[in-house]
């Protein structure tokens, strides 16, 4: 549940409870910024904030952001300029200290583990929020929304101090033209990084098809799976088939729609069914 919702609070009373508590990881250099502005209450952003690495960019991101007592109610929140292919060392510190200051804090008081949920279509901000959080201790990356067959090996670069390079879906520019976007643990830390624990990655998934495709074909180790159905939150793939529509303008979604358990099964890798009433007939043949 992203955009705040899946918050640091959230996932931590989820990991004190014995299971895994996951952070969203969408817009978080947003809502970072935004609870400065509100004043911070509980002092819980400036907290984790001086457990970052770089201890430079606490003291300039609070100089930038913090408003103390809280902004007034009338007064907009300051804005963040929009990422692009050549991000800035500031637009980087920022997402990577955000990821960081939130799975940091949902890591406290307790010793469960903790992931972060990232999505396959928004990636200018992925290598940045991926260090941020490994920095923090994060224990599972999720991503969805797409295909991530590069994610497992961009996590054992990171990992290791490498550099990665992340490959940029840009609408229009042909399939002759290749964009993308790099990160250098050794450029952002300005010195040798740190090695650091690489979280295990699940990926998020509708068809046997799929999990397969990643099991086999993926660049890295993948370490299992959500499965999720048509009826899951945020489910975006379209139904297999023409399309049609429900009186409500959805899409209609068949037998078809519904992913293999049996087929996801074989491949030896644990999984977890998001939406568990798509699968209850795919459940009583496992």
Same mark, same amino acid.
């Given at each position: 549940? $992203?955009? $705040?919702?899946?918050? &640091?609070?959230?996932?931590?009373?989820?990991?004190? =409870?014995?299971?895994?508590?996951?952070?969203?990881?969408?817009?978080?250099?947003?809502?970072?910024?935004?609870?400065?502005?509100? $004043?911070?209450?509980?002092?819980?952003? +400036?907290?984790?904030?001086?457990?970052?690495?770089?201890?430079?960019?606490?003291?300039?991101?609070?100089?930038r952001y913090f408003i103390r007592?809280?902004?007034? /109610?009338?007064?907009?929140?300051?804005?963040?300029?929009?990422?692009?292919?050549?991000?800035?060392?500031?637009?980087?510190?920022?997402?990577?200290?955000?990821?960081?200051?939130?799975? &940091?804090? /949902?890591?406290?008081?307790?010793?469960?583990?903790?992931?972060?949920?990232?999505?396959?279509?928004?990636?200018?901000?992925?290598?940045?929020?991926?260090?941020?959080?490994?920095?923090?201790?994060?224990?599972?990356?999720?991503?969805?929304?797409?295909?991530?067959?590069?994610?497992? =090996?961009?996590?054992?670069?990171? =990992?290791?101090?490498?550099?990665?390079?992340?490959?940029?879906?840009?609408?229009?520019?042909?399939?002759?033209?290749?964009?993308?976007?790099?990160?250098?643990?050794?450029?952002?830390?300005?010195?040798?990084?740190?090695?650091?624990?690489?979280?295990?990655?699940?990926?998020?998934?509708?068809?046997?098809?799929?999990?397969l495709t990643l099991a086999r074909?993926?660049?890295? +180790?993948?370490?299992?799976?959500?499965?999720?159905?048509?009826?899951?939150?945020?489910?975006?793939?379209?139904?297999?088939?023409?399309?049609?529509?429900?009186?409500?303008?959805?899409?209609?979604?068949?037998?078809?729609?519904? =992913?293999?358990?049996?087929?996801?099964?074989?491949?030896?890798?644990?999984? &977890?069914?998001?939406?568990?009433?798509?699968?209850?007939?795919? &459940?009583?043949?496992?």
């Amino acid at each position: 549940m $992203g955009v $705040g919702v899946s918050n &640091w609070r959230l996932a931590r009373a989820v990991a004190q =409870a014995g299971h895994l508590g996951v952070v969203s990881g969408t817009a978080l250099d947003l809502m970072f910024v935004r609870r400065l502005q509100l $004043g911070d209450p509980g002092e819980k952003m +400036r907290e984790a904030l001086s457990h970052f690495p770089l201890p430079q960019v606490g003291p300039r991101l609070l100089e930038r952001y913090f408003i103390r007592g809280g902004k007034k /109610a009338e007064a907009p929140f300051v804005t963040l300029p929009l990422l692009k292919l050549e991000m800035s060392q500031e637009q980087k510190e920022l997402l990577a200290a955000a990821a960081f200051v939130e799975v &940091w804090l /949902a890591r406290q008081g307790h010793d469960g583990e903790i992931g972060i949920n990232l999505l396959e279509k928004i990636q200018l901000p992925t290598l940045p929020t991926l260090y941020g959080a490994m920095l923090a201790g994060v224990d599972y990356v999720f991503m969805g929304a797409g295909i991530p067959n590069h994610i497992p =090996a961009l996590l054992d670069a990171l =990992a290791e101090g490498e550099e990665a390079a992340l490959s940029i879906d840009v609408l229009g520019s042909g399939a002759e033209v290749e964009h993308g976007v790099g990160f250098s643990p050794a450029r952002f830390m300005s010195a040798t990084p740190p090695l650091l624990q690489r979280p295990r990655f699940v990926a998020v998934i509708s068809s046997a098809t799929l999990a397969l495709t990643l099991a086999r074909k993926a660049r890295g +180790r993948v370490d299992g799976f959500v499965v999720e159905g048509f009826s899951a939150g945020g489910h975006n793939a379209p139904p297999r088939g023409p399309m049609k529509l429900n009186e409500r303008g959805e899409p209609i979604y068949g037998e078809r729609d519904v =992913a293999d358990l049996a087929k996801i099964r074989e491949l030896g890798l644990p999984f &977890w069914m998001a939406a568990l009433l798509d699968f209850q007939a795919n &459940w009583r043949r496992l």
